[in-house]
T-cell receptor
Framework: NAGVTQTPKFQVLKTGQSMTLQCAQD?????MYWYRQDPGMGLRLIYY???????DKGEVPNGYNVSRLNKREFSLRLESAAPSQTSVYFC?????????????FGAGSRLTVL | AQSVAQPEDQVNVAEGNPLTVKCTYS??????LFWYVQYPNRGLQFLLK??????LVKGSYGFEAEFNKSQTSFHLKKPSALVSDSALYFC????????????FGTGTRLTVIP
């Protein structure tokens, strides 16, 4: 049982380059999330997908796009990377976003934009 | 609007001593509160949650948390700290007004000194 798998684990980009972070879960979860983690700021929600076929903005969506490819996969795209997007990105999922359901997190993707 | 505050960036405690990691929250309605732990180079892992009922919640690895409605607090505690408890701890509150997303505090780094 792999849980939530993120790729790549590490990436270095130059300003203006584009890239896609991939996330897949094998727990039949309905809701998926992308967070970024920055020192002193905790985790901030970028985008989420409440269910297959839907996506919505979180707290800090600017500069990002997402695709819920199917129930298992939720990708995060940076169209034109900026140094301010240097961060650790976490994908998470839960069966049902309502109530007290627990999030399961991936191991993270560390992105550096030069 | 919902928010979570973790007033201490760093907590140091000697091995074998009790530990407390503080969290206060602000949310409309009844809160769903969570604690997650992050070990180095790993994703967040769920520790415990409060939904309703007994104010003292027990979780993984001997941790517990006390919900205090009058003080809007949800402090994490453990009677006897282990060196292996050294990690980054996040308090989180679930927004119950529509999006039901999870909002995280800025994190507290716990160091247990042998």
């Amino acid at each position: 049982n792999a849980g939530v798998t993120q790729t790549p684990k590490f990436q270095v980009l130059k300003t203006g380059q584009s890239m896609t972070l991939q996330c897949a879960q094998d727990m039949n979860h309905n809701s998926m999330y992308w967070y970024r983690q920055d020192p002193g700021m905790g985790l901030r929600l970028i985008y989420y997908s409440a269910s297959e076929g839907t996506t919505d903005k979180g707290e800090v969506p600017n500069g990002y796009n997402v695709s819920r490819l199917n129930k298992r996969e939720f990708s995060l795209r940076l169209e034109s990377a900026a140094p301010s997007q240097t961060s650790v990105y976490f994908c998470a999922s839960t069966f049902d976003r309502a109530g007290a359901n627990v999030l399961t997190f991936g191991a993270g993707s560390r992105l550096t934009v030069l | 609007a919902q928010s979570v505050a973790q007033p201490e960036d760093q907590v140091n405690v000697a091995e074998g001593n009790p530990l407390t990691v503080k969290c206060t929250y602000s949310v409309s309605g009844n809160p769903y509160l969570f604690w997650y732990v992050q070990y180095p180079n790993r994703g967040l892992q769920f520790l415990l949650k409060y939904i309703t009922g007994d104010n003292l919640v027990k979780g993984s690895y001997g941790f517990e948390a006390e919900f205090n409605k009058s003080q809007t607090s949800f402090h994490l505690k453990k009677p006897s700290a282990l060196v292996s408890d050294s990690a980054l701890y996040f308090c989180a509150v679930r927004d119950q007004t529509g999006a039901n997303n999870l909002f995280f505090g800025t994190g507290t780094r716990l160091t247990v000194i042998p």
